[in-house]
């Protein structure tokens, strides 16, 4: 075994979601997206929040029959802990204007939803034609703050995930899988 493979051992409690699960999630999500925009003929602005979107968005722009563009913008609320700060920084912002644009923000997931609700709250000022939220995984029972997910992959318990994108303190983002991290991880 691997130094990486014993490390992951001790650290995970258990896998929520392979990857043939997730995939399979993101292509029915790619299917139902492309025939919701079908009508479109301008680009649709995919942006996705790093860095944790980063797979999720990959494998699913890759499966949209659509014209589109990609931007990302980072926003920080986590630091290096599991809970929210509650006090969201933009660090980077998005380089199309979506004025006029439909616009698909893509998230890794959505907790208590302050993290979003600023984002989205901040993109809708700018005068998209509309303005949607797509998520692959969402923790319904931590919200604090309700905004609407238009398309959710997976709903998970209160439980802290990593892998497929989601980090502790950086790691974990490459995992091909969501597992669950054990709390002595963090705790
Ligand atoms: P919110 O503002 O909705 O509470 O938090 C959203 C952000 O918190 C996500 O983009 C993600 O970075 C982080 N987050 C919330 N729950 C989890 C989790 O279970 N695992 C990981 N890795 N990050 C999480």
Request: glycine share 6%; net charge negative; charged share 20%.
């Amino acid at each position: 075994m691997s130094i990486w493979s014993e490390h992951l051992h001790n650290s995970l409690g258990s896998i929520l979601l392979t990857q043939d699960q997730i995939e399979q999630r993101i292509s029915e999500m790619a299917r139902q997206i492309s025939q919701d925009y079908a009508s479109l003929t301008d680009d649709l602005v995919v942006v996705g929040i790093l860095r944790g979107s980063v797979l999720f968005m990959s494998q699913l722009i890759k499966q949209l029959d659509l014209p589109l563009v990609i931007d990302f913008l980072a926003a920080a609320s986590y630091g290096s802990g599991v809970t929210s700060s509650g006090n969201v920084r933009i660090t980077e912002d998005t380089f199309i204007d979506i004025h006029g644009k439909h616009v698909l923000v893509i998230e890794d997931i959505v907790d208590t939803g302050i993290t979003l609700s600023k984002v989205l709250q901040m993109l809708q000022l700018r005068g998209p034609l509309s303005l949607k939220l797509c998520t692959l995984l969402s923790k319904p029972s931590r919200r604090q703050i309700e905004i609407p997910v238009a398309y959710c992959g997976f709903e998970v318990p209160d439980v802290f995930v990593v892998g497929y994108g989601l980090d502790y303190a950086d790691k974990y983002r490459h995992l091909p899988y969501i597992g669950v991290l054990k709390e002595n991880m963090y705790s």
